[in-house]
T-cell receptor, first 115, second 114 residues
């Protein structure tokens, strides 16, 4: 079965520190991969996506993610976290094509930022 | 672009009652999706429409659930005979039909079944 796993339920970092959120996927073929952010009372916002090509993808708000086929991973990174980055982050995948909008989400990682 | 709107934002109901939620997608978007998100979990796909046609339904969508998009614009999601397990955030998203178009999500309707 297709699945997306985020091993860390909750991560706490200090403002200015670097961040890495983990994501692993299990799909029959390499899926399309996404990271979304959800703040309280807000809709899910797309940070970045990977379809093919360069395995390091840049997104909005200074985030980047690296696709590693050998590890079935798509980890999200940010070099220096800001207090406004505190939110819940979701990794997601789909099989592309006509299934593009049918996303499989991970369980989410809650990010807390300490001043 | 006014974004995806969902109404109501919150709904509290008693077990056994019927509830209906509405989603207004971005006006030029042909595709509309419904997801359900329970506490501590990521969203789960329920169903999607292209224009007025419902093209796919998840097995999560039991017989008590029905979704419509009668004129290819707004959509409604109805839950009949609600159960406590239906308590969740119901999210709507929309997109265009070009390949790999970005999904825009609404803020959701939070349902609490007492």
């Amino acid at each position: 079965a297709q699945s997306v796993t985020q091993p860390d339920i909750h991560i706490t970092v200090s403002e200015g520190a670097s961040l890495e959120l983990r994501c692993n996927y299990s799909y029959g073929a390499t899926p399309y991969l996404f990271w979304y952010v959800q703040s309280p009372g807000q809709g899910l916002q797309l940070l970045l996506k990977y379809f093919s090509g360069d395995t390091l993808v840049q997104g909005i708000k200074g985030f980047e993610a690296e696709f590693k086929r050998s590890q079935s991973s798509f980890n999200l990174r940010k070099p220096s976290v800001h207090w406004s980055d505190a939110a819940e982050y979701f990794c997601a995948a789909n099989a592309g094509g006509t299934s593009y909008g049918k996303l499989t989400f991970g369980q989410g990682t809650i990010l807390t930022v300490h001043p | 672009d006014t974004g995806v709107s969902q109404d109501p934002r919150h709904k509290i109901t008693k077990r056994g009652q019927n509830v209906t939620f509405r989603c207004d997608p971005i006006s030029e978007h042909n595709r509309l999706y419904w997801y359900r998100q329970t506490l501590g979990q990521g969203p789960e796909f329920l169903t999607y429409f292209q224009n007025e046609a419902q093209l796919e339904k998840s097995r999560l969508l039991s017989d008590r659930f029905s979704a419509e998009r009668p004129k290819g614009s707004f959509s409604t999601l109805e839950i009949q005979r609600t159960e406590q397990g239906d308590s969740a955030m119901y999210l709507c998203a929309s997109s265009g039909t070009a390949p790999n178009e970005k999904l825009f999500f609404g803020s959701g309707t939070q349902l609490s079944v007492l």
